[in-house]
């Protein structure tokens, strides 16, 4: 396997562990027999866990944003659509069997002081998302596109938490019918 393979394999692995697992739970022994891979790699490419960490939450944070955009693209024709589209990803994103919660919000409790690195990606992470919410908001015509997608943004995070924590499953259709009404107000002028 070339070395580029290997980071990739690592990387890949972590992520699905650290993800179902949690950070702090999931020890690097586990981490390298899961990914078929010696520590010395590891140490090669990483130099640590928290090297590794913040390898994992880059990579999740380029997938997601161009997933999240390209489905918010996709299921929406108008900019109304497409700003209530997001809790329809969210909907199906809270369905699908293998979700436990969106690893940021973990990221950023398992590595709470706010100058933790892992804690910081987390942020930046959020922050990129309320940039699209924002376009998005911006394209469809909003009167106040930061507001909007400042409100819709914390709907949509106070859906993932409720999915996550509680099991409820109705949170992105709350979360959507709320949104309905501030979108509506934010585009009546």
Same mark, same amino acid.
């Given at each position: 396997?070339?070395?580029?393979?290997?980071?990739?394999?690592?990387?890949?692995?972590?992520?699905?562990?650290?993800?179902? %697992?949690? $950070?702090?739970?999931?020890?690097? =022994?586990?981490?390298?027999?899961?990914?078929?891979?010696?520590?010395?790699?590891?140490?090669? %490419? $990483?130099?640590?866990?928290?090297?590794? #960490?913040?390898?994992?939450?880059?990579?999740?944070? *380029?997938?997601?944003?161009?997933? $999240?955009?390209?489905?918010?693209?996709?299921?929406?024709?108008?900019?109304?659509? *497409?700003?209530?589209?997001?809790?329809?990803?969210?909907?199906?994103?809270?369905?699908?069997?293998?979700?436990?919660?969106?690893?940021?919000?973990?990221?950023?409790?398992? %590595?709470?002081?706010?100058? =933790?690195?892992? %804690?910081?990606?987390?942020?930046?992470?959020? *922050?990129?998302?309320?940039? #699209?919410?924002?376009?998005?908001?911006?394209?469809?015509?909003?009167?106040?596109?930061?507001?909007?997608?400042?409100?819709?943004?914390?709907?949509?995070?106070?859906?993932?938490?409720?999915?996550?924590?509680?099991?409820?499953?109705?949170?992105?259709?709350?979360?959507?019918?709320?949104?309905?009404?501030?979108?509506?107000?934010?585009?009546? =002028?």
């Amino acid at each position: 396997m070339a070395e580029s393979q290997r980071r990739a394999q690592l990387i890949e692995t972590a992520l699905r562990l650290f993800y179902r %697992h949690g $950070f702090h739970a999931t020890g690097i =022994d586990k981490l390298l027999a899961e990914a078929g891979i010696a520590k010395m790699t590891l140490y090669k %490419h $990483f130099g640590s866990k928290d090297a590794l #960490i913040l390898a994992c939450l880059a990579e999740r944070d *380029r997938l997601f944003r161009a997933w $999240f955009e390209s489905e918010i693209d996709r299921r929406g024709k108008t900019g109304r659509d *497409r700003l209530l589209a997001v809790f329809d990803i969210l909907e199906a994103w809270f369905k699908s069997r293998d979700f436990h919660g969106c690893i940021f919000i973990n990221a950023a409790a398992e %590595h709470a002081p706010a100058e =933790d690195p892992a %804690h910081q990606a987390a942020s930046a992470h959020k *922050r990129e998302v309320r940039r #699209i919410l924002e376009r998005v908001a911006n394209e469809a015509g909003a009167d106040d596109p930061t507001r909007l997608a400042g409100q819709i943004h914390m709907l949509m995070e106070g859906a993932t938490v409720l999915a996550q924590v509680v099991g409820e499953a109705s949170a992105a259709a709350e979360g959507r019918r709320a949104a309905s009404a501030l979108i509506d107000a934010a585009l009546a =002028d």
